[in-house]
């Protein structure tokens, strides 16, 4: 193959090149030996700090002298005592209070983004020092605040009143937490609120809602004290109650502005729709005690189901599908599902005009 060059000479190119066959194409210049990544802007670099646990972020000091400050300068603290730190002795430096400290310490960012502190088994010994982290992550201005606490004393961490009026907050979840259920909520920017292992009440939901105008998703697990939830929010768009707490009742939903509703976990045999006029998507994963003599799950099937039925999608986990029943209940619950359908016109004519899809996700279906 012969292509002329510029003055008219004829020059053959090199056999088998097809890479460079296309007029005006140059090949890639070669790798120096300068470190690229190292180049990064410090802005790109922190977006990959985001990603790593904060015990990685602090290795990266030892690469270069480039490197060596960088961490200092992260947005994005998390802290999980999952991370190998948890087993370490008191006053060892791989003790997880050792290492927050010292992270913080050494922090020089003026800003922090994230902070998050999950996995830390709580002792009542321990609030001093909560409370000064607490306090650094508020000095930081930090938006997304995380504290999930483990805990096998069953000692709750009492959250600081300066924590209440904090107004940077774009999202906070805590878990195993104590609130002040007296206090005055002041959370202008809060748009998502996650709260795990914890005594509410009807009048502090409220406070939350009046102190919350921006709020547009709520996840509650296991937190008791609530029987009625009252939600006239224009902002909240998605509620997500994940399992009640033991002996709870929801005697009460209203939500008449609610667009998602997401009912999953274990102990919703309690749990009562009343207005969700609005809803366009719900979601069914729960799972009622199999020694329940009464049904309860099967009843509160139906009742959800029958208060749903406006909703255009809902999606079913295998939970409530399956129940366990007594011997002595199969008989009763025992049905010909095609004679079941066939026998009933309404349904079949429901299906048709109104049901678009169905979706079998699972070997357990």
């Known amino acids: 193959m012969v292509a002329p060059s510029v003055h008219g000479v004829i020059r053959r190119k090199p056999f088998g090149d097809r890479r460079n066959c296309t007029e005006g194409s140059r090949p890639p210049p070669p ?32 690469l270069s002298k480039r490197w060596r400050p960088t ?8 802290f999980d005592g999952f991370d190998g730190y948890f087993e370490a002795p008191p006053g060892s430096p791989l003790f997880f209070p050792s290492i927050v400290d010292s992270v913080l310490s050494q922090c020089t960012f003026p800003t922090v983004k994230k902070f998050h502190l999950t996995h830390f088994n709580y002792d009542e010994a321990d609030r001093p020092k909560i409370d000064l982290w607490l306090q650094f992550a508020v000095r930081r201005s930090v938006e997304d605040l995380h504290l999930r606490l483990s805990n096998w004393s069953w000692s709750f961490y009492i959250l600081p009143e300066f924590l209440y009026c904090f107004s940077r907050l774009v999202r906070l979840a805590v878990g195993m937490c104590c609130f002040s259920l007296g206090a005055t909520i002041r959370w202008p920017c809060l748009k998502v609120l996650s709260i795990e292992d914890a005594e509410l009440s009807d009048d502090f939901l409220k406070r939350i809602f009046r102190g919350c105008p921006v709020l547009e998703s ?11 939830i009252i939600i006239d929010s224009l902002c909240l768009k998605e509620l997500v109650p994940v399992g009640l707490g033991f002996g709870s009742y929801v005697e009460k939903l209203r939500a008449p502005h609610l667009l998602s509703l997401r009912v999953i976990g274990v102990n919703h045999a309690g749990f009562r729709l009343d207005d969700v006029s609005s809803l366009v998507e719900a979601e069914l994963d729960f799972s ?76 357990e279906a």
């Open 31 to 62: 790798l120096s030996g300068r470190d690229l990544i190292s180049a990064l802007p410090d802005a790109v670099i922190h977006h990959f700090f985001s990603f790593l646990p904060i015990r990685d972020v602090v290795k990266t000091s030892v």
């Open 71 to 78: 961490w200092t300068n992260t947005t994005d603290l998390v």
């Open 218 to 228: 709520l996840a509650s697990s296991r937190c008791r004290g609530v029987n009625n």
């Open 288 to 363: 009622v005690e199999s020694w329940d003599p009464n049904s309860k799950g099967r009843d509160l099937l139906k009742h959800l189901l029958e208060k749903l039925r406006g909703v255009p999608t809902i999606t079913t986990g295998g939970w409530c599908l399956q129940f366990e029943l007594r011997q002595e209940s199969e008989e009763r619950f025992n049905f010909d599902e095609e004679d079941f359908l066939c026998s009933r016109k309404g349904n079949i004519e429901c299906l048709v005009k109104h049901l678009k899809r169905v979706e079998i996700v699972g070997i």
